[in-house]
């Protein structure tokens, strides 16, 4: 069984999908509301950007 989630990184200034990541379901806890945030390099920006989780 493949119980995972495909998370999607946008790029926070110019909105560009950078990276996709996958995730298993189980390591969400309870707290489900939680969002990922990660300082990636936006080829797009040309510069680090903060990227956020998109699904
Ligand atoms: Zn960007």
Same mark, same amino acid.
């Given at each position: 069984?493949?119980?995972?989630?495909?998370i999607k990184l946008v790029c926070g200034d110019c909105k560009e999908?950078?990276?996709?990541? %996958? /995730?298993?379901?189980?390591?969400?806890?309870?707290?489900?509301? *939680?969002?990922?945030?990660?300082?990636?390099? &936006? %080829? /797009? &920006?040309?510069?680090?950007?903060?990227?956020? *989780?998109? /699904?």
């Amino acid at each position: 069984m493949a119980d995972k989630v495909i998370i999607k990184l946008v790029c926070g200034d110019c909105k560009e999908q950078n990276y996709v990541l %996958s /995730r298993g379901k189980k390591s969400q806890g309870a707290s489900g509301g *939680e969002k990922l945030q990660l300082k990636k390099f &936006c %080829s /797009r &920006c040309r510069k680090h950007t903060l990227h956020k *989780e998109k /699904r």
